[in-house]
């Protein structure tokens, strides 16, 4: 997937430490693997970044410390993170390693963004709340690059902060290393098991029906979001980068992904618009189901699996 996204025309691409990233084993990689990414982006000029997203418990600082240390040894270009107190420890005792701020952070506003470039944030992945006066505003009015998700999924409260996955599974184990993974906590190691697309009967008696099939009418919001109107005013505004989600979409999807925003964004530069091109909308349409498809069966895996 890794080559796959380059070569569609990613700048950057962020992977997974075990246990660290908000997401199953499947979804992340060990540290040979990282070390091997860190090769095959650096020899075609890209970057590679990992993500801390987590929070970790009190026992677990030291060996997050001790892992970003053997990253940035092998190369790793930058870390997302969510915790302040570790990202504060992390400057502390790595003052050259750049740090993105987590979405999951929910920046909003110039006084949270102040604050974390004081304890050493580089930049900030922003909530898709945010207009696009708001993040000229922090663009001009703060010292942190901006990072925009142009493709991926708003949450009914601020993207990350949910915690309703971890009321469906209880479940936890220690992995080799002694870090403890809350299988129903993406914010623990673990993921998050989608609950809120469940048939839901808020004004009933039951909180949630048991037969598991997800429900676009009943289920709280979870939904896709596709910012491609809005890049000719993010690149106006010299917003630092366009993110993408991707890890649990098949290697095809990601690369149409990919070139899709760099293609719009090219378009951008050359002076088009891409909002009126006919061609691109059709291509956004496809592009949409595609998703939609692949994400719809991975909720309903998920929440089988959260059923059982």
Known sequence: MLEAAFSSGADAVYVGPLGWSRRRARFEL?????????GIAHSQGKLLRTAFNTFPA?????????????????????????????????????????????????????????????????????????????????KENTRCGIEVLVHANRDYTYLGRCTMSSYSCHSWAKDKNNKNQFYGSPNRGGLCYRICKLQWDPLGDK???????????NGLGNNAYFLFQDIPDYIKMNVDWLKVQGREYSIPLVKEIISFYRETMD????????????????????????RDKERNSMTNQLLKESCN
């Not at 060990?30 to 860190?38: L, S």
């Open 207 to 217: 909180q949630w029906s048991r037969d598991c099939r997800s429900s676009v009418k």
């Open 30 to 38: 060990d540290d040979c693997d990282i070390e091997k990414a860190v």
């Open 58 to 138: 009190s026992p677990e600082i030291s060996l997050g410390l001790k892992k970003i240390e053997k990253f940035l040894k092998i190369g790793v270009d930058s870390f997302i993170m969510t915790d302040p107190g570790f990202i504060y420890l992390v400057h502390k005792n790595f003052p050259h390693a750049q740090i993105h701020l987590s979405v999951g952070a929910s920046a909003l506003n110039k006084e949270e963004f102040d604050y974390y470039h004081k304890i050493g944030v580089s930049a900030v992945a922003v909530p898709c709340e945010l207009t696009i006066k708001e993040l000229k505003d922090l």
């Open 267 to 290: 378009m951008v530069f050359g002076g088009g618009s891409p909002s009126k091109d006919k061609t691109i909308c059709r291509r956004l349409s496809r592009l949409v189901s595609w």
